[in-house]
DNA sequence: TTGACTTGCCAAACAGCGTTTGGATACGAT
DNA sequence: ATCGTATCCAAACGCTGTTTGGCAAGTCAA
């Protein structure tokens, strides 16, 4: 039975503090600003004593990616639970919103996660990282599929004909597209309201899944 | 009178192999692979001299950020040159396939170009990146003003009303997120087939504008 | 052609980086 | 109490971007 010897609980501690002083580094200054050194620094500790923790910085910046996704993940996940009972594309907005608003509260840990950053990083495959990705998905399939019909049960993308795995992912790929044209400044010259832009786009994009009633403005709405 | 005397020559010429090589070291391993000391080793030249032609590491990356955009914007002006002619709606689809087609062949310019990459870098403002960026966007301007019949002066994005704002930029961005999650291998586990999934999801949205005779399509392709 | 002046280039140095090594110290389990 | 292991540090290695001072070469006017 393995009980927390005193040396566990300073250990578990310890890679606690360190990832948090590499996060706070990371949104500071993007992935360049995080440095071994600077984080022993931080944590005031010599920088050979942090390979007892973590084998290198790129297995830092592995916890760093992880963490990221679930925090990303978090989001969404609230945003779906808290509208628990709404319209299905009014949830699905919902989680649109989380998606941006966490990109744009942590616009490093953003474009850490969904692009190539890092010199010489290659994510271990099948690693943490990889699984974490896809719980920022899961939200979103739950939504899709309550909107669809389908009840709670996850849609298993894999088994979607072409054509709606198509629509789910330029569904996905608008959203992930705005947002890091956002936030990485490329919106700002169009004097556009980001989160208008982003929420009119998808409430488009999602016209079809209202009930048929409603389907009389469509032709109306587009030129 | 500025004729070009032999200094000026061999500075040109030399201006160009750093750049040249400094590309290639970005193409081969990114950012974090782009080092001074590495590029004045490969131009047989020693680190300080390199300052004689570039104030510092960020002028040279600003040098390879206005390049890239250039190289970016060129590809789509090319698609959109030799498809004069073709049906609009076909013209906006070959700039599309262009500018995927560059990313796909240059991804680490690709994302150099579109998101934070380097630790303390900024752009300056109204350098020589921001202007480059804006030759990307006219060739598709240029394509969606004769597909709305405005012929062929530009369309002047400012003086949208803003319906039509959004749905040009959410046009982009749909182009965008697509083509950015296909490069940072976020469509890989999906096993779907990224030019495919652009081309569907962006004839998807411009099927608006097809000419009227075409419209009968519109509601049994989607749901 | 000579002189003055600018530009090009290098050697050396500084502070910082990630990582490895060897040895000392403190803890946990037997 | 002892053995083994986990933790921590000082020092060093080779790398990085950048600055400094001085020397050689190219440019241009007298």
Redesign the pocket.
Known sequence: MP?E????R??RE?VEEITAVARRQLDEGGPGN????????EV?????????????????FTALITESFHSLAGAVDQAFDDSEGAEPVDRLLACVRAYRAWAVANPRQFNLIWTDQLPGYAAPPDGPTVTAEQTVYRPFLLAVGEAEGCGDRLVEFATLPTDDQHRLLGLFGTLHGLVSLEINSHLAPSMVDGEALLVDRMAHALRHVHPPRDRSHIDTSEK
């Not at 995080?34 to 620094?41: C, D, E, K, N, T």
């Open positions: 009980t010897s005193r040396r566990d300073h250990r310890l995080v440095s071994w050194r600077g984080v022993a620094r005031g500790m010599n920088p050979a004593s942090l390979y007892t923790y973590f084998g290198s910085l790129d297995d830092l």
